[in-house]
């Protein structure tokens, strides 16, 4: 079946503008991560989902940035006032099952976002 | 936190050659190791990975050992292919994912 898309793949912002990404997740998939990824750097953890439940969103660098689920399937994710080191890929990742029982992970493509 | 690390950061190897490359992790509690692939402008894939009551796991050119006691562990390609080349990242599990920085892997024909 289809693996998980992400939308737009591009977005240039001028700062201070607010931005939204879209994940869709893989169908069925219960659990749903966001990540931020700066140019030469490992993926960074931001927020994660079980269904439509928020359950850590430790990793978001401040309150401009916002995610949600609202049915359990696809998310989105907010940066209000985009600042120049906003600028990176967000990716988005889906797993079938609960963060406790099934681990793999499958990436989306990510979002390449570009604060000037 | 979980912190880890990852080493080395640039690696050139001949074709046919093998390539290992190590993470080293801070918190006992981590209990997922997965390996990802992500070539150039494309998503990460997962290429193996190993689950904590497990020491070592083999798929065809591509292994990995876990070593609990030590905290590390590390990916082993052996007969490298110029289509290997690639970063490499390693990550670890215990509330959420935590990635290494990642290894340039480059493989030479």
């Known amino acids: 079946g289809a693996g998980v898309s992400q939308s737009p793949r591009y977005k240039v912002a001028k700062r201070g503008q607010d931005v939204a990404l879209r994940c869709d997740p893989i169908s069925g998939h219960v659990s749903l991560f966001w990540y931020q990824q700066a140019l030469g750097q490992g993926p960074e953890f931001l927020t994660y989902f079980q269904n439509e439940a928020q359950l850590d969103k430790s990793g978001l660098p401040s309150d401009r940035f916002f995610a949600e689920r609202p049915e359990g399937s696809v998310s989105t994710l907010k940066i209000q006032r985009t600042q120049q080191e906003d600028s990176a890929v967000y990716l988005c990742?889906?797993?079938?099952?609960?963060?406790?029982?099934?681990?793999?992970?499958?990436f989306g493509p990510g979002t390449r976002l570009t604060v000037t | 936190g979980e912190n880890v690390e990852q080493h080395p950061s640039t690696l050139s190897v001949q074709e046919g050659d093998s390539a290992v490359i190590k993470c080293t992790y801070s918190d006992s509690a981590s209990n997922y190791f997965p390996w990802y692939k992500q070539e150039l402008g494309k998503r990460p894939q997962l290429i193996i990975d190993i689950r904590s009551n497990v020491g070592e796991k083999k798929d065809q050119r591509i292994a990995v050992t876990l070593n609990k006691t030590a905290k590390h562990f590390s990916l082993h390609i052996t007969e490298t292919q110029p289509e290997d080349s690639a970063v490499y990242f390693c990550a670890a599990k215990d509330k959420n994912f935590v990635f290494g920085p990642g290894t340039r892997l480059s493989v030479l024909p």
């Open positions: 990742a889906s797993s079938l099952a609960e963060m406790g029982q099934g681990y793999e992970q499958y």
